[in-house]
């Protein structure tokens, strides 16, 4: 297991990495950033199809060698270091493995090859078969089985070595029935915690990457726009689009503008504080109020500090209701509870100032740092 560090990483297809070639009209594939894994961490890189996920994998696995920036595995600089010198498995959208060995042999593979002792072999491979409950299977043709059962084939030979600095995944539950995408989810955690690997999973899917990892980079049009806990990532984004990306609905996000202490959707006033407000206008605009579906509350009749809306239509799924609102001349979503009973043509919303985010320049304006 390693600390991975990206410094200052950039990527273009279009150059080779030399310096000279670099300009502010580079088509970037990834724009540069810098990040740090810790060893034994559950990371995840979640973002829409062609953002730059894989790209950035590659280069931490050492299929792509950056065009500039430097990675470094426990503080050594291993940029122009192929794969098998990193020391690191990774695990593919579609399940890699030899159809014509079996189960068995397929998870002992690895070790096989790093000249691991039988007993060792034997104990390591039953040990990983059975947090992937294939210990059945182990002596069955690899051929037969289904594709389901292949990627936990697959999953097992990234999982099986247990000296690897990282065990990287691209995707690797898309081609998984979703029942047992979700059962896979719970199981990649739980070997998370017992073997102490470090493991970073790559997937457009918010629900894999919030639920598997403990911390999330968010990712688009080559860049990294906010790392962080799924509970920060979801309560406070720093970026619109992670508040867009991220939930069911996307965060609600209403064009304002700025008075001294509020910022006004039409004719409707939010209350804001005047610091934020001066940041708000540094960072310059557009100026958009972001507040989570869930953060809403709703009723029939006025309360302190509430806002008359009308109701476009009320949608019962069991858990929770769904309501689309118009402030003003802006649709919202509401998410409330089961229970709530409204008129249908309008009622009130509320909004607890907490969960009144200000952005400017599509940019979260924070509080300042004590």
Not at 53 to 77: A, E, H, M, R, Y
Not at 125 to 143: K, N, W
Not at 238 to 252: E, K, L, Q, R, Y
Request: overall charge neutral.
């Amino acid at each position: 297991m390693a600390r991975i560090e990206l410094i200052d990483i950039a990527h273009s297809y279009a150059l080779s990495p030399t310096e000279e070639q670099r300009s502010e009209r580079t088509p970037w594939a990834l724009h540069p950033m810098t990040l740090t894994w810790n060893d034994g961490g559950a990371y995840a890189l979640l973002g829409p199809s062609g953002c730059g996920k894989t790209t950035l994998l590659n280069i931490i696995s050492g299929l792509i060698t950056p065009t500039c920036g430097k990675v470094l595995f426990d503080g050594q600089d291993v940029t122009h270091r192929d794969p098998r010198a990193r020391n690191i498995a990774q695990v593919f959208q579609f399940p890699v493995i030899y159809d014509t060995m079996t189960v068995f042999d397929n998870l002992a593979f690895p070790l096989r090859n790093r000249r691991w002792r039988k007993s060792d072999i034997r104990s390591r491979v039953h040990e990983v078969a059975e947090l992937l409950e294939l210990t059945g299977d182990l002596p069955r043709q690899a051929r037969g089985l289904t594709a389901d059962a292949k990627q936990k084939i697959s999953l097992g030979r990234g999982l099986v070595r247990p000296d690897v600095a990282a065990v990287l995944f691209d995707e690797p539950l898309t081609v998984i029935d979703p029942h047992l995408k979700w059962l896979l989810r719970r199981k990649l955690k739980q070997i998370h915690q017992q073997l102490k690997l470090s493991l970073i999973y790559v997937t457009h899917d918010q629900v894999e990457a919030l639920t598997f990892a403990d911390q999330v980079a968010v990712m688009t049009q080559g860049q990294v726009v906010q790392t962080g806990a799924p509970q920060q990532l979801f309560e406070t984004p720093a970026h619109t689009f992670v508040g867009d990306f991220i939930g069911s609905p996307g965060m609600n996000f209403l064009p304002c503008e700025l008075t001294d202490d509020a910022a006004l959707v039409g004719e409707h006033r939010f209350a804001i504080d005047a610091a934020i407000v001066s940041r708000a206008r540094a960072q310059g605009a557009p100026y958009k109020l972001g507040m989570r579906p869930e953060f809403i509350d709703c009723s029939n009749t006025p309360q302190p500090q509430s806002q008359h809306i009308a109701i476009r239509s009320i949608q019962s799924y069991g858990a929770h209701t769904m309501i689309a609102a118009q402030l003003g001349q802006h649709a919202l979503w509401i998410k409330a509870r089961e229970d709530i009973r409204l008129s249908t043509d309008s009622a009130w919303m509320r909004v607890t100032p907490e969960h009144v985010l200000l952005y400017a320049n599509e940019r979260l304006v924070k509080h300042e740092a004590h």
